[in-house]
């Protein structure tokens, strides 16, 4: 449904009537959409069709010049690495999510810090994965101090994968598989 509402609507718009401002806030609203199908596309199981999906995101992405989204897919891309155990890779795509949004406020930066947390966990690397859980802990102090959110839904859902790490049982670390 979202495909053929990609197709049928948004391909179709003619562009030589936009102008600048409408034509970024609506390749912006393409990727949200995108981003939304690949991420079902993940929850389904359809890896490669994700992987196309998300590919196209960050094309139209760098087209709206829109940065914090680019950044949320290429995170978006590091969790679907995790699941499919390719720890490098989602460690890679992580970094590269929180280095291509130095604008990006503080909560975003504590949202984008903490991912490569659990794929270096999942990988072993414990010595990574806690200097990932410090950083995103100053991000997060620094998210909080700034903008006041102690106890919000963004402090607690920027708190979840830490908790994850921290206290994951033994019988599911990647050393006991």
Same mark, same amino acid.
Do not use: W
């Given at each position: 449904?979202?495909?053929?509402?990609?197709?049928?609507?948004?391909?179709?718009?003619?562009?030589?009537?936009?102008?600048?401002?409408?034509?970024?806030?609506?390749?912006?609203?393409?990727? $949200?959409?995108?981003?939304?199908?690949? =991420?079902?596309? /993940?929850?389904?199981?359809?890896?490669?069709?994700?992987?196309?999906?998300?590919?196209? !995101?960050?094309?139209?992405?760098?087209?709206? #010049? $829109?940065?914090?989204?680019?950044?949320?897919?290429?995170?978006?891309?590091? /969790?679907?690495? /995790?699941?499919?155990?390719?720890?490098?890779?989602? !460690?890679?795509?992580? $970094?590269?999510?929180?280095?291509?949004?130095?604008?990006?406020?503080?909560?975003?930066?504590?949202?984008?810090?903490?991912?490569?947390?659990?794929?270096?966990? #999942?990988?072993?690397?414990?010595?990574?994965?806690?200097?990932?859980?410090?950083?995103?802990?100053?991000?997060?102090?620094?998210?909080?101090?700034?903008?006041?959110?102690?106890?919000?839904? #963004?402090?607690?859902?920027?708190?979840?994968?830490?908790?994850?790490?921290? =206290?994951?049982?033994?019988?599911?670390?990647?050393?006991?598989?």
């Amino acid at each position: 449904m979202a495909t053929s509402f990609m197709v049928n609507t948004v391909a179709s718009l003619p562009a030589r009537r936009r102008t600048r401002k409408v034509r970024k806030a609506t390749l912006s609203a393409a990727s $949200d959409l995108l981003y939304l199908t690949g =991420y079902m596309a /993940v929850n389904e199981g359809l890896h490669g069709l994700a992987q196309h999906y998300y590919i196209q !995101v960050l094309e139209l992405e760098g087209s709206a #010049e $829109d940065h914090l989204t680019y950044c949320i897919t290429l995170r978006g891309m590091s /969790v679907q690495a /995790v699941g499919l155990r390719h720890g490098a890779k989602a !460690v890679e795509l992580a $970094d590269a999510a929180s280095a291509a949004s130095p604008q990006a406020g503080p909560r975003m930066r504590a949202f984008l810090a903490d991912q490569p947390t659990h794929p270096a966990a #999942e990988a072993g690397d414990r010595s990574g994965a806690l200097r990932y859980i410090r950083k995103a802990e100053a991000a997060m102090d620094r998210a909080e101090s700034r903008e006041k959110a102690s106890g919000s839904y #963004e402090s607690l859902l920027a708190q979840l994968p830490l908790s994850q790490y921290g =206290y994951r049982p033994p019988s599911l670390t990647s050393q006991n598989r």
